[in-house]
């Protein structure tokens, strides 16, 4: 059975650091694209970030981009967001996925798993 466990939010002040990790079983992790979405209330669920398993190529969206990486470990099966200078629009459930044998990218429905997510609160 795979899983995927995700951890490291909070309730933080804008301007501070934060590092999710999202630790994965079940799954074969070194050939999974990795991938972080959030959701808002009241908005759609989007794309963060997105790491591939063959050669470590990442992408961003455009709002976290210089702020956010995205980093794999494959030895401790396990994919991190680390997250400088929050923002209160960074608030949202974060959310990793995983694209078995995938390119994944910021397509939603090319990913098989999901996590179950964890609250990021950005005060002002």
């Known amino acids: 059975q795979v899983q995927l466990v995700e951890s490291g939010g909070g309730l933080v002040q804008a301007g501070v650091s934060l590092r999710l990790s999202c630790a994965t079983s079940?799954?074969?992790?070194?050939?999974?694209?990795m991938g972080w979405f959030r959701q808002a209330p009241g908005k759609e669920r989007e794309f963060v970030a997105s790491?591939?398993?063959?050669?470590?190529?990442?992408n961003y969206a455009d709002s976290v981009k210089g702020r956010f990486t995205i980093s794999r470990d494959n030895a401790k099966n396990t994919v991190y967001l680390r997250m400088n200078s929050l923002k209160p629009e960074d608030t949202a459930v974060y959310y990793c996925?995983?694209?078995?044998?995938?390119?994944?990218?910021?397509?939603?429905?090319?990913?098989?798993?999901w996590g179950q997510g964890t609250q990021v609160t950005i005060s002002s």
């Open positions: 996925a995983a694209d078995l044998w995938g390119a994944a990218g910021p397509e939603k429905n090319k990913y098989n798993y």
């Open positions: 079940g799954l074969t992790f070194s050939r999974s694209a």
């Open positions: 790491i591939t398993w063959r050669n470590g190529l990442t």
